[in-house]
């Protein structure tokens, strides 16, 4: 299965010949520290696309200029289908931990986790976020697998949090899940992790210190520098709230809808770990928050999808019902409709309401999750050693 997928994606991108544009940002970045450039001066591609970084990934893209730019499309397609085999592991592992005995029920199934893990990738390959990821050749995967791999690990463990800190290093958003440390209780992990996106940041400061001063004085702030919020390629709370209200500039229609997701996705992330031991669930729902509230969280982004799949189709508060949930979520990120309503020029702010669904179907999906989840996770009949079983079953019943 896994061989066929990849043979389809290699004759895919023999016939469309994809730009990969995100990587010629990462090659230019890699060139400017190379040849001294000015880091945030130049655009490239055909999009006039700027970085947006912190240097720290600058220093990390200098090897692609070694490369010719076909070779290290190769590289970086190659590279990210590996990662995907690596994101099923792990969201694989994080699904062994649900409370209740469920987990993935491997070790009592016929296939082995290396089968499930090969035909899985060959899905994953497929959907919205992941096929994006490739085809711009971008960076999510990775980061991902960062994170999952940090969380993954015992609390306690040497050096736990410190691969999220270098994660948000490279690309900020991250940053969520060492507050969510730190707001459940592991603060040396927490700590760890800032100690790491410091090193980050001292790192960067070294090489590039007027480009780190740049960016973190006044570069960071640009939303409007990474690209347009109202466009459908924003699956952020943002893009949904500029669509709906027809403006560019949803203003303070975001920022107090935002902070209120901000400030309750994570005290329902620190709930769920906490009170509830769905730890798997708490590091979804910290995700899904720094999706939604980000200014702009790109489709690609939403590679978070694989893992949430796991945790859905291990659900065993039914037979079946995990399943069918997991199935319903994966048509929402292969269906790809967002693609699929006008966007030409300004079409995406004029869309009539019943476009509105298919337009954002990522920011919807995950906010009603979080919603039934807490619902399930403050309702008093969920007390005790049941609420854990019945959180995740929150989840799936958001689905049926």
């Known amino acids: 299965m896994l061989l066929v997928s990849l043979a389809a994606l290699a004759a895919l991108f023999a016939v469309r010949r994809f730009p990969v544009a995100d990587l010629l940002v990462y090659r230019a970045e890699g060139a400017a520290v190379v040849n001294g450039g000015d880091l945030y001066g130049f655009t490239v591609t055909a999009w006039d696309l700027p970085a947006t970084y912190p240097p720290f990934a600058a220093l990390l893209f200098v090897p692609t200029v070694w490369l010719s730019p076909a070779v290290a499309k190769a590289a970086f397609v190659a590279g990210n289908a590996a990662l995907a085999v690596l994101l099923v592991h792990l969201s694989l592992r994080l699904a062994d931990g649900l409370p209740g005995g469920g987990g993935t029920g491997l070790r009592a199934g016929r296939w082995s986790r290396r089968a499930v893990v090969l035909a899985a990738t060959a899905a994953a390959l497929w959907l919205e976020p992941v096929f994006q ?38 690309k900020l958003t991250p940053a969520v899940f060492a ?72 203003g303070v229609l975001w920022l107090v809808p935002a902070a209120v997701v901000a400030v309750a996705g994570l005290v329902l992330a620190r709930r769920l770990h906490v009170r509830h031991g769905q730890d798997a669930w708490a590091v979804m729902a910290a995700a899904f928050t720094a999706l939604l509230v980000s200014p702009i969280s790109w489709s690609h982004h939403w590679v978070w999808c694989v893992p949430l799949l796991a945790l859905l189709a291990a659900g065993r ?82 689905m049926r």
């Open 179 to 250: 507050v969510h440390l730190l707001l459940t209780g592991r603060v040396r992990a927490g700590l760890t992790a800032l100690g790491g996106f410091a090193g980050t940041v001292a790192a960067g400061a070294l090489v590039l210190p007027s480009a780190s001063w740049e960016f973190f004085t006044h570069r960071v702030f640009e939303t409007a520098r990474v690209g347009k919020v109202w466009i459908v390629d924003n699956q952020s709370l943002q893009g949904l709230i500029a669509r709906v209200a027809h403006t560019s500039e949803p």
């Open 133 to 170: 990821t490739l085809v711009f050749g971008q960076i999510n995967l990775l980061l991902v697998c960062l994170v999952l791999w940090d969380l993954g690990r015992p609390d306690g463990a040497r050096g736990k949090g410190l691969a999220v800190g270098i994660a948000t290093g490279i």
């Open 317 to 398: 508060a039914r037979p079946g019902a995990g399943h069918a949930a997991a199935a319903a979520v994966a048509a929402v990120f292969a269906a790809r409709t967002l693609w699929l309503v006008p966007k030409h020029g300004a079409a995406d702010l004029r869309l009539e309401w019943w476009l509105q669904p298919f337009a954002s179907p990522y920011a919807l999906l995950t906010l009603g999750l979080l919603a039934a989840a807490a619902v399930r996770c403050y309702s008093p009949s969920l007390s005790g050693a049941a609420s854990g079983w019945a959180v995740s079953r929150s989840w799936e019943s958001t």
